[in-house]
């Protein structure tokens, strides 16, 4: 592979390279092939950083992040900080787009219940289903009247949760964006969803599923974050029927997307102005 990226170059006059992540060898080949010509790269976060697997060694000119979170990561870690720039990610461009379906159209596809708020479960595939069999155990012992929708990442088959508990409905193979404005509060694990829908301005309740060298990612969300998902069941009630638990939430969001996502704008065109300022060397990553 680095002897065909080599023999790609010198056939392409590349004067930048832009890869989605360096987690694969591609990537990386790519990345390393480019420095050793004096290419510029551009590295763009594929995923939330839960443990520095897939982000370190740091390898590109510059890796694109989300937020000043990745920025005092990677410093700790002894990064320079003039190799990041915070662009936020386009794909999350689509948070701010109009919904493809109406609402009725949404419910009638999925089956829902149009007069009941509805509640996205982030699961993937059969990890933890322990805990969320619990989770959702203590959401019907507390007489939530809701619609519940099970997002598997990255199943496309009905999730096993639904065949138990029959009032439980499959996403499908809807896209997330699909689903997004039509939900009233996703629960998660710590899964980059999460990020995308506060990002779509929906409350988030994560099922903390920690493990070893995990950032804390989302730890500054604080009571959203819960062990326990009797706990966590027991919030997302009071989220339904208290107005301080509406507010608290909205709060925390906000506080969080500050830190973790504060670039408002359009991250394509960010990414592009930084794509040209490269090509034309009018940045200086070190």
């Not at 009725?104 to 933890?128: C, S, Y």
């Not at 949760?161 to 409905?169: D, G, H, I, Q, R």
């Not at 779509?200 to 599923?209: G, Q, S």
Request: proline share 6%; hydrophobic share 40%.
């Amino acid at each position: 592979m680095i002897e065909q990226v080599n023999q790609f170059f010198d056939e392409v006059p590349i004067s930048c390279v832009l890869v989605s992540s360096t987690h694969s060898y591609i990537s990386r080949i790519l990345s390393l092939v480019a420095a050793e010509r004096g290419i510029p790269s551009i590295c763009l976060q594929h995923g939330i950083m839960n443990s520095e697997q897939g982000f370190i060694p740091k390898i590109a000119t510059i890796d694109a992040v989300y937020g000043q979170f990745e920025v005092d990561w990677y410093k700790q870690l002894g990064v320079n900080q003039h190799g990041l720039k915070i662009i936020g990610h386009p794909r999350f461009d689509q948070a701010k787009q109009l919904p493809q379906q109406t609402r009725k159209a949404f419910h009638q596809n999925l089956g829902l219940d149009p007069r009941k708020k509805t509640i996205m479960l982030v699961v993937r595939e059969n990890q933890k289903i322990e805990k969320w069999r619990l989770f959702l155990k203590t959401i019907y012992a507390k007489k939530l009247d809701v619609n519940i929708l099970i997002k598997d990442i990255p199943g496309k088959d009905a999730h096993p949760l639904t065949k138990e508990f029959p009032v439980v409905s499959s996403s499908k193979i809807s896209s997330l964006y699909d689903i997004l404005p039509h939900v009233d509060c996703v629960v998660s694990y710590t899964s980059t969803v999460a990020l995308e829908s506060m990002l779509a301005d929906k409350p988030v309740f994560i099922l903390d599923n920690s493990f070893p060298n995990y950032t804390g990612y989302y730890n500054p969300l604080n009571e959203m974050v819960q062990k326990d998902p009797r706990k966590l069941a027991k919030l997302v009630t009071l989220f339904f029927t208290t107005p301080h638990w509406k507010s608290y939430a909205k709060n925390k969001r906000e506080q969080f997307l500050r830190y973790a996502y504060p670039y408002k704008g359009i991250s394509e065109k960010r990414l592009k102005a930084l794509i040209y300022e490269l090509m034309n060397g009018k940045f200086t990553p070190f």
